[in-house]
């Protein structure tokens, strides 16, 4: 899946690098956008469980961090990563919150259909 993702995205930006900027501004309407959570996911543990997982992704030389964001204390309880695979386009975000598997059971997200 994520091998079909990256592709699409390879030839979306190839598309884009054949038109000039004034080709572009003068009749070719296309919307850019910046989204870092098509993919993610969430993991809740302790804090133990939280830092062995991030330790895990940053030491990882297949993935590179973009951004890590500490909303510890916040009301989520979490640190959002966003992340992308080496030689991609895609970047994902893995959220770690603190918590146990009840917590997990009763959580809503707020993202809607982009």
């Known amino acids: 899946m994520v091998e079909l993702l990256n592709v699409l995205l390879e030839n979306l930006n190839l598309i884009r690098k054949e038109y000039s900027q004034d080709l572009l501004e003068s009749g070719i309407d296309l919307i850019t956008f910046n ?3 098509i993919l993610r996911c969430r993991c809740v543990g302790s ?3 939280i830092k062995r997982i991030y330790q895990s992704l940053i030491g990882n030389p297949d993935y590179e961090v973009i951004r ?3 909303k ?4 989520t309880r979490d640190i959002l990563i966003n992340f992308k695979p080496r030689n991609s386009f895609l970047v994902c975000e893995m959220q770690l919150a603190l918590g146990d598997s009840k917590d997990e059971i009763n959580d809503h997200f707020c993202h809607y259909l982009y």
């Open 47 to 49: 804090k133990k469980d």
């Open 68 to 70: 890590v964001k500490n």
């Open 72 to 75: 510890l204390n916040e009301s």
């Open 35 to 37: 989204i870092l959570d």
